[in-house]
């Protein structure tokens, strides 16, 4: 069996030698492994791939070698649970569902929730449940009830916000800690509101691109777990600039999830520690 341990606690002298001892007291083959101490916070972070069967007890016998409060998972390989919350825009729910598709990520797409209509036909060609929770007539707080009752049901381990075109409450941040994952065009807050798009062309950009982060109660300003850019020229319409924006929407958060996939993101405060 393959198996990725991650851990996060308090630096400490001698992590690793606590951690690839006992690995080796399990009879686990360590096939690879990264680490990071953030110094000015000091926090220890470290992912680990092995093979072998671990004991029953093997992360209680860790934690207890470890600082106290440490953060401890071991994930077998199984797909990683994924619910994708959409509006109207097609192209990051597409490309998602593509890469299922696909099979080339370790995740599976058990539901698509928005609200409105519009992308039912784009779920159900890739043979994904498709679920309309309208926002009209609802307070921002009934209708975050009503569309986290429903990825409760389906116990997601990311909550993946396809061009999802709704401000979360706070109680609906805080229910999702740390699982909710949201894409945005790089402008803000340098071009917050409506077309961004077309205020960087009025400003004669010549980059454009997308942020992943995960969601917190400030909005846009979580921690970021990835950054991709393309050039444009004088030559580039708004219009142009706006298709090619959505490519790297499109590319960043479909490789943000597979990060997520594979075990490879840890929050750090306001930032994110992210393994190669």
Same mark, same amino acid.
């Given at each position: 069996? =393959?198996?990725?341990?991650? #851990?996060?606690?308090?630096?400490?002298?001698?992590?690793?030698?606590? !951690?690839?001892?006992?690995?080796?007291?399990?009879?686990? +083959?360590?096939?690879?492994?990264?680490?990071?101490?953030?110094?000015?916070?000091? @926090?220890?972070?470290?992912? #680990?791939?092995?093979?072998?069967?671990?004991? =029953?007890?093997?992360?209680? %016998?860790?934690? &207890?070698?470890?600082?106290?409060?440490?953060?401890? &998972?071991?994930?077998?390989?199984?797909?990683?649970?994924?619910?994708?919350? $959409?509006?109207?825009?097609?192209?990051?729910?597409?490309?998602?569902?593509?890469?299922?598709?696909?099979?080339?990520?370790?995740?599976?797409?058990? &539901?698509?929730?928005?609200?409105? $209509?519009?992308?039912? /036909?784009?779920?159900?060609?890739?043979?994904?449940?498709?679920?309309?929770?309208?926002?009209?007539?609802?307070?921002?707080?009934?209708?975050?009830?009503?569309?986290? *009752?429903?990825?409760?049901?389906? +116990? /997601?381990? !990311?909550?993946?916000?396809?061009?999802?075109?709704?401000?979360?409450? /706070?109680?609906?941040?805080?229910?999702?800690?740390?699982?909710?994952? +949201?894409?945005?065009? =790089?402008?803000?807050?340098?071009?917050?509101? &409506?077309?961004?798009?077309? %205020?960087?062309?009025? @400003?004669?950009?010549?980059?454009?691109?997308?942020? $992943?982060?995960?969601?917190?109660?400030?909005?846009?300003?979580?921690?970021?777990?990835?950054? *991709?850019?393309?050039?444009? #020229?004088?030559?580039?319409?708004?219009?142009?600039?706006?298709?090619?924006?959505?490519?790297?929407?499109?590319?960043?958060?479909?490789?943000?999830?597979?990060?997520? =996939?594979?075990?490879?993101?840890?929050?750090?405060?306001?930032?994110?520690?992210?393994?190669?």
């Amino acid at each position: 069996m =393959s198996y990725i341990l991650t #851990t996060q606690c308090a630096d400490d002298v001698g992590l690793i030698a606590k !951690i690839t001892g006992l690995c080796h007291k399990n009879n686990l +083959n360590i096939t690879r492994n990264n680490e990071f101490v953030d110094k000015d916070a000091q @926090r220890f972070f470290m992912r #680990t791939e092995l093979t072998g069967e671990p004991q =029953s007890d093997f992360l209680d %016998q860790l934690r &207890a070698l470890l600082p106290q409060g440490a953060k401890l &998972a071991l994930h077998c390989g199984a797909k990683t649970k994924v619910v994708l919350l $959409a509006t109207k825009e097609a192209h990051c729910l597409g490309g998602m569902l593509l890469k299922q598709f696909e099979q080339t990520l370790n995740i599976e797409v058990l &539901a698509v929730i928005a609200n409105y $209509a519009d992308l039912e /036909p784009l779920a159900k060609g890739f043979d994904v449940p498709f679920h309309v929770v309208s926002h009209e007539g609802l307070t921002r707080s009934e209708h975050d009830q009503k569309v986290g *009752d429903l990825i409760a049901s389906y +116990n /997601p381990d !990311i909550i993946g916000l396809a061009k999802y075109m709704r401000i979360l409450s /706070p109680e609906f941040v805080g229910r999702f800690e740390g699982k909710i994952i +949201n894409i945005h065009h =790089s402008f803000l807050p340098a071009f917050i509101g &409506a077309k961004p798009y077309h %205020q960087a062309f009025e @400003r004669g950009v010549k980059i454009i691109g997308a942020t $992943a982060h995960f969601v917190n109660n400030e909005l846009d300003e979580g921690p970021i777990i990835l950054q *991709d850019v393309t050039s444009v #020229t004088h030559a580039n319409t708004a219009e142009m600039m706006a298709k090619m924006g959505k490519d790297v929407e499109k590319t960043v958060f479909c490789k943000a999830l597979q990060l997520a =996939s594979e075990h490879k993101l840890f929050i750090n405060g306001n930032k994110t520690v992210v393994f190669s």
